[in-house]
């Protein structure tokens, strides 16, 4: 899904809770980013499925929000 074509009238609740709170599945196609949004239960899972896509060259950017990251 590309975020630049997303209209966000026509999203049903059910998608944008899928979008917030489940671990995506790769549907194969090319973005013009990799959102990862935070999450205390799935954020290894969502940061490694980025990392993995961006390292594929499936989309130039990846975007990390929602979290508050512990300093290492």
């Known amino acids: 899904m590309l975020l630049s074509k997303i ?3 026509n999203l049903t609740e059910e998608q944008i809770n899928k979008i917030l709170y489940d671990i995506p599945q790769d549907d ?3 973005g013009d980013c990799i959102w990862v949004f935070g999450s205390k239960t799935f954020m290894d899972e969502r940061t490694n499925l ?3 896509l961006y390292n594929e060259k499936r989309a130039p950017i990846i975007l990390f929000s929602g979290r508050t990251w512990k300093k290492w």
């Open 28 to 30: 194969k196609k090319e």
């Open 50 to 52: 980025a990392v993995k």
């Open 7 to 9: 209209n966000s009238e």
